[in-house]
């Protein structure tokens, strides 16, 4: 099993920022790929932002430039940087890591519980 748990959501004025952690626990040797994804009421969940291991990106085209990902591969981390916040982003943020490599074997597709990004007009 390996445990993702989100943090730094929250309620924002619009042209705010704010910066989300996902730190990834459960006797982890690495991850591939780790990324953001947001699910806002009433539509379905959406790929927000992704990093590999080597810190190749890929970012949503509505966020390229406003938002940064990032990671610490020593401390199985991913952040997300976000700056210049619309309304439109406002959504539940999930962090993801598609492949763990652990003590007890490859991990497929782990999710965090999610953390609200809430920002007002």
């Known amino acids: 099993q390996v445990q993702l748990v989100e943090s730094g959501g929250g309620l924002v004025q619009a042209g705010g920022s704010l910066r989300l952690s996902c730190t990834a626990s459960g006797s982890i040797f690495s991850i591939n790929t780790m990324g953001w994804y947001r699910q806002a009421p009433g539509k379905q969940r959406e790929l927000v932002a992704t990093?590999?291991?080597?810190?190749?990106?890929d970012y949503a085209e509505s966020v390229k430039g406003r938002f940064t990902i990032s990671r610490d591969n020593a401390k199985n981390t991913v952040y997300l940087q976000m700056n210049s916040l619309t309304p439109e982003d406002t959504a539940v943020y999930y962090c993801n890591a598609d492949r763990a490599t652990t003590t007890r074997g490859t991990v497929i597709g782990s999710w965090g519980q999610g953390t609200q990004v809430t920002v007002s007009p």
């Open positions: 990093i590999t291991r080597g810190g190749g990106t």
